[in-house]
């Protein structure tokens, strides 16, 4: 099973239509055409909770708690993602902590994959060594230096645990909450950053304008299809590219693209490019990304399109590390920090790096994404 919920969807404004059955996290290279297929029967709106849930397959039994409730698509896939990332014991602690506290919204359920942890599941009595060890390491929040673990005397600990109560028998095990709280890591509308997919660039968007109050940032993950770019705005009250303000996160960019361009002085109509950049450098293999580095140094390119067009056409550039200076001399290649490179492209370097007249005509007549312009 390659996914983590499948989820059978269907429209409460219009029964006429269809079920629609959707796996989760949906792949990237899947998420448009899966936004435009719920479209189709007005469902998959940014931010309204739209979509009933008819059934549920997954190996998270607790989620069956979900049917017949109203969720949001993005709600799911980032639920999915969350879930994702959980070993054996993470997935008792979040189906445990599920059922004591009949959790059934997908606000409460998301919120929960970030202080599950916090509680401790007991699924087997015959080892209370490892009970008491397991409890003490999960009130240290899932880490201890070795030696104050081996020192633990893990029967003492959980014949402590049992016998003070407030354990809570689930289909999943013995449950103890510790304390724990179920806190609004997320507020229902803008997702709390979470790296899920290989991503070059994580953004933090804010309106220009600055937030409405109770509102957060939202994240957004580069490179990034049409579809996400423009819900990840509208979940933040963006609705023009111009009214976004744009910071970066986190990134994984080659170190000589960062130095190139002025990434600290990034604005929503820089977004369009920057992804375009993003699409043409992630394909790219360690090697092919150490030589994008040369190359970008060996052209001096100095913004986005050019390191894209330069992404797009490394194999017009020879890279070699340790290269004599007869060659060099021949060939008008050039040493630099990271190896030597020379091009041996057909066109002009300097109309290698030009925008394509047509994207440039496209550009200049605005920008037209969905409900998004520039």
């Known amino acids: 099973m390659s996914y983590v919920i499948q989820a059978v969807l269907s ?3 219009r029964p006429e239509c269809d079920q629609i059955t959707i796996p989760f996290p949906i792949p990237v290279d899947q998420y448009d055409k899966t936004i435009e297929m719920l479209q189709a ?3 998959g709106f940014s931010a309204n909770r739209d979509c009933t849930v008819d059934e549920v397959n997954s190996r998270y039994n607790v989620l069956n708690t979900l049917v017949g409730t109203l969720v949001n698509i993005d709600q799911l896939d980032y639920l999915a993602k969350r879930l994702d990332g959980f070993c054996s014991g993470e997935v008792s602690q979040f189906e445990a902590m599920a059922h004591k506290l009949e959790l059934f919204h997908i606000k409460d359920l998301i919120n929960l994959t970030f202080c599950c942890r916090q509680a401790t599941v007991i699924t087997d009595f015959s080892d209370l060594e490892q009970i008491g060890k397991s409890h003490i390491m999960t009130l240290n929040g899932g880490a201890m230096p070795m030696d104050q673990y081996q020192a633990v005397n893990g029967k003492e600990a959980a014949l402590q645990l049992i016998d003070g109560g407030g354990g809570v028998i689930t289909p999943y095990g013995v449950v103890y909450d510790n304390g724990m709280k179920l806190e ?3 507020n229902g509308h803008q997702f709390p950053s979470y790296l899920y997919d290989h991503s070059l660039l994580v953004l933090e968007i804010t309106p220009k304008r600055c937030l ?18 423009e819900r990840t705005l509208l979940r933040v009250g963006i609705t023009t590219l111009h009214d976004a303000a744009i910071r970066i996160d986190w990134d994984e960019l080659p170190e000589m693209v960062v130095d190139a361009l002025e990434l600290d002085h990034l604005s929503g109509d820089d977004l369009p490019a920057l992804n375009r950049m993003c699409q043409s450098i992630e394909p790219l293999k360690d090697a092919d990304m150490e030589k994008l580095n040369a190359v970008v140094l060996f052209a001096e390119a100095g913004d986005m399109m050019a390191v894209r067009q330069l992404a797009e056409n490394l194999e017009g550039f020879y890279d070699y590390r340790r290269y004599g200076e007869q060659q060099i001399q021949q060939e008008g290649g050039q040493f630099n920090e990271c190896g030597y490179v020379v091009y041996h492209g057909t066109m002009p370097l300097e109309e290698l790096m030009m925008e394509d007249p047509a994207e440039k005509h496209q550009r200049e007549q605005g920008l037209q994404m969905g409900g998004l312009t520039q």
Not at 212 to 228: D, I, R, T
């Open 184 to 186: 609004p890591a997320y």
């Open 212 to 229: 409405v109050e109770g509102s957060n940032p939202e994240y957004l993950y580069l490179p990034a299809s049409k579809h996400q770019i």
């Open 41 to 43: 029967i007005d469902l």
């Open 11 to 13: 429209n409460p404004r």
